[in-house]
C-alpha cells in the first residue's frame, strides 16, 4: 500500500472545503466555537460509524450502489442547498443558538452529506481492502481515518476561531459566501 497516497487523499478529502466544513466555519462565526466543537463531536463519531459500516458491507453496497447513487445524490443536494439557505438567513439570536451546532446536527448531516458518503465508500477499497483483509488492520484503518476527519473537522473550528472577529464584522458577505459554496457543493454532485 502507498501509504504517501493514502495520507494525501485523506487529508485532501476531510480538510477541504465540503458540507461539513462550511456549517462548522459558519457556527464558530456565528455561536463560537464551542458549539461548533459539539457539532465536530457529532460529525467525527458519524463520519467513523460511516467508514465501519463501509467496512463491513463494502461488498453488498457495491453492488447496490448504481441504485442509491442517484437518490444519495438527490437527497444530499437538497440537504445541502437547505443548509446554504439556512447559513444566508442566520442570525445569531439566541433561538436560532439553540438549534444549530449541536451534537445531533453534526451528527445526522454526515449521513446526508455526499462528500462523506462517497469518500467512505470509496477509501477502504481503493487504499486498504487490496493490501489487508484482517479486522484488525481494518479497524486500525477506519481509528486512522476518523481521527483525520476528526482534525481536520477541528482545523475548521480553529480557523473560525481565529478569524471570527473579522468574520463576524462582514457576516452578511461572510454568510453569503458559505451560503454560495454550499450551493456550488450541491451542483457539484451533478457535474
Known amino acids: 500500500m502507498n501509504i504517501a497516497s493514502f495520507l494525501l487523499y485523506c487529508f485532501i478529502v476531510t480538510f477541504t472545503p465540503g ?18 466543537m459539539r457539532y465536530t463531536y457529532g460529525a467525527s463519531i458519524a463520519f467513523g460509524m460511516l467508514l465501519a459500516v463501509s467496512a463491513v458491507l463494502n461488498t453488498a453496497l457495491i453492488t447496490i450502489i448504481p441504485k442509491i447513487l442517484i437518490y444519495m445524490q438527490i437527497i444530499g443536494s437538497l440537504y445541502m442547498l437547505y443548509l446554504g ?21 453534526g451528527f445526522f448531516m454526515q449521513f446526508l452529506n455526499p462528500k462523506v458518503i462517497i469518500f467512505t465508500l470509496t ?16 479497524s486500525i484503518s477506519v481509528a486512522v481515518i476518523t481521527l483525520i476527519g476528526f482534525l481536520a473537522f477541528s482545523t475548521w473550528v480553529l480557523f473560525g476561531t481565529i478569524f471570527k472577529e473579522f468574520l463576524q464584522r462582514n457576516q452578511k458577505v461572510v ?10 457543493a450541491a451542483v457539484m454532485i451533478w457535474i
Open 19 to 36: 458540507p461539513t466544513n462550511i456549517v462548522i466555519l459558519s457556527t464558530v462565526n456565528n455561536f463560537g466555537s464551542k458549539k461548533a
Open 123 to 138: 477509501v477502504l477499497p481503493n487504499f486498504i481492502m487490496p493490501y489487508y483483509d484482517s479486522i484488525p488492520a481494518i
Open 175 to 184: 454568510n453569503f459566501l458559505m451560503a454560495l459554496f454550499m450551493v456550488y
Open 85 to 105: 439557505y439556512q447559513i444566508l438567513k442566520m442570525n445569531t439570536s439566541k433561538s436560532d443558538a439553540n438549534q444549530t451546532g449541536t451534537f445531533s446536527s
